[in-house]
């Protein structure tokens, strides 16, 4: 004989463990838990001035400007613009000439080559520091008058790896973004990716390669601007989790034979339900 007893506290025994699996699964889903704690004088300070730094392998745009004679001889010539030459995107144009600023590429030193200048090393400055060391070459030994250097990022890119809903590599239109903007143009995490175990790779001024491990879910992150805002190049890789890992260890023919002993299970739940009614 059934007794119904055994089988009510069995059940129950169940739901409770169902449901605490599954609250145990949404902790491990939000971002940044309890940001609320911190304070606003801590949120503005990480996020003042924060200006990304030129890294080796980055593609600039330097130019100098002055009303002083000889400035061009710190410009690179133009690249006309015809049939035959293609124009190049993010380029600025001269009223003088129509053509497209040709590019600077960082090497591996950090260095670039600027005509009159020869070789300047700018890698580990911020687009700024490089802009006043660049004027601080140039004036008085050059030019009688300070001349107006700008620096803009032509190739700034972030590239997302992993478990998102659509890896790859993204351009981004300014030089400030965030860790989650770049996830989000991702499509975010999906629910089988690590949230507290994000690698973000990252170049520095001398070449080398560095790993960072990043718990998404801390409050921290949101003041530790280094990591907060990318840098060009940054790779993002998101692990996935030990629930995926462990289905997919699974063979089809286990697959198979797990699918059909929780639908025989959870048929016999139904029966025995009905019969104890």
Request: hydrophobic residues 40%; glycine residues 6%; proline residues 4%.
């Amino acid at each position: 004989m059934i007794n119904k007893s055994k089988i009510t506290k069995a059940l129950i025994f169940f739901s409770f463990a169902f449901l605490f699996v599954s609250c145990k699964s949404y902790k491990n889903l939000p971002y940044v838990k309890d940001a609320e704690a911190l304070t606003q004088e801590q949120l503005s300070a990480s996020a003042h001035m924060f200006e990304a730094k030129i890294m080796p392998s980055d593609v600039l745009i330097v130019t100098v400007n002055s009303l002083a004679p000889g400035v061009k001889d710190f410009n690179l010539p133009l690249v006309p613009n015809n049939l035959n030459q293609p124009v190049q995107t993010n380029v600025t144009m001269t009223s003088e000439n129509s053509g497209s600023l040709q590019n600077y590429i960082v090497n591996s030193d950090g260095v670039i080559k600027i005509p009159t200048l020869g070789e300047v090393k700018i890698g580990g400055l911020t687009k700024s520091q490089a802009e006043g060391y660049i004027a601080s070459l140039i004036y008085p030994k050059y030019l009688n008058e300070k001349p107006i250097v700008n620096i803009r990022f032509v190739d700034y890119k972030i590239t997302v790896n992993g478990e998102v809903a659509k890896p790859g590599t993204y351009t981004i239109a300014n030089e400030r973004v965030t860790i989650f903007e770049a996830l989000a143009k991702a499509g975010d995490l999906t629910v089988y990716g690590k949230r507290d175990n994000v690698k973000l790779i990252r170049m520095d001024e001398t070449g080398k390669l560095n790993v960072h491990i990043v718990d998404l879910q801390d409050p921290n992150i949101l003041l530790n601007k280094d990591i907060y805002y990318l840098q060009q190049n940054d790779n993002l890789i998101v692990e996935t989790n030990k629930a995926k890992g462990n289905s997919s260890s699974w063979g089809s023919i286990e697959s198979i034979a797990l699918s059909t002993s929780l639908s025989a299970i959870s048929i016999l739940i139904s029966v025995i339900s009905l019969t104890t009614r």
